[in-house]
T-cell receptor, first 113, second 115 residues
Framework: QQQVKQSPQSLIVQKGGISIINCAYE??????FPWYQQFPGKGPALLIA?????SEKKEGRFTISFNKSAKQFSLHIMDSQPGDSATYFC????????????FGEGTQLTVNP | EAGVAQSPRYKIIEKRQSVAFWCNPI?????LYWYQQILGQGPKLLIQ????????DSQLPKDRFSAERLKGVDSTLKIQPAKLEDSAVYLC?????????????FGEGSRLTVL
């Protein structure tokens, strides 16, 4: 059962544009929603994360928007840069039970100069 | 601070052969994970250790995969015999403690090609 669905599969934006990646989850017990960034040949690295007690979290150019009723969350990258070109994974887990992190399928972002 | 170390980085084997991957987590991290990442997909958890005990191995194909974490530090993941569908990157990750932080620190992975 795919518990975290991510879209789009790939995304191309121009430098300075806004990149938006969406995720939907099924398990209402999930209480921790991170985004990981992965460059080719590297392991994923935590980018930003949110818990359901807030609807938005911003760190620099990266913002997570969270809609608990719709069971959806999204990553917004403002002023996208070529260096942001990477694969982005959303994930979810029930942190309080120490359960495993379930990843989405990933979005390959390309930012053209 | 040193990151998660994994070896080998690349391995090519024939089907039905065996292979082993090694992981050294960040010092002091109690929790260690092995993930399988098939090309074009997100990482899938194979096994989770808390110190040297197994917390979750529900998605580990136990007929061919095994893992251990002796002394609660280093870990090895073994595949025997390998199948074509085992071709993937095997990622090791660690975290301080699942109860205290959500951040996983990943190694660069071991890329396995099964011919």
């Amino acid at each position: 059962q795919q518990q975290v669905k991510q879209s789009p599969q790939s995304l191309i934006v121009q430098k300075g544009g806004i990149s938006i990646i969406n995720c939907a989850y099924e398990n209402t017990a999930f209480d921790y929603f991170p985004w990981y960034q992965q460059f080719p040949g590297k392991g994923p690295a935590l980018l930003i994360a949110i818990r359901p007690d807030v609807s938005e979290k911003k760190e620099g150019r990266f913002t997570i928007s969270f809609n608990k009723s719709a069971k959806q969350f999204s990553l917004h990258i403002m002023d996208s840069q070529p260096g942001d070109s990477a694969t982005y994974f959303c994930a979810a887990e029930r942190e309080t039970s120490g359960s495993r992190l379930t990843f989405g399928e990933g979005t390959q972002l390309t930012v053209n100069p | 601070e040193a990151g998660v170390a994994q070896s080998p980085r690349y391995k090519i084997i024939e089907k039905r052969q065996s292979v082993a991957f090694w992981c050294n987590p960040i010092s002091g991290h109690a929790t260690l994970y092995w993930y399988q990442q098939i090309l074009g997909q997100g990482p899938k958890l194979l096994i989770q250790f808390q110190n040297n005990g197994v917390v979750d191995d529900s998605q580990l194909p136990k007929d061919r995969f095994s893992a251990e974490r002796l002394k609660g530090v280093d870990s090895t993941l073994k595949i025997q015999p390998a199948k074509l569908e085992d071709s993937a990157v095997y990622l090791c990750a660690s975290s301080l403690d699942r109860a205290n932080t959500g951040e996983l620190f990943f190694g660069e992975g071991s890329r396995l090609t099964v011919l």
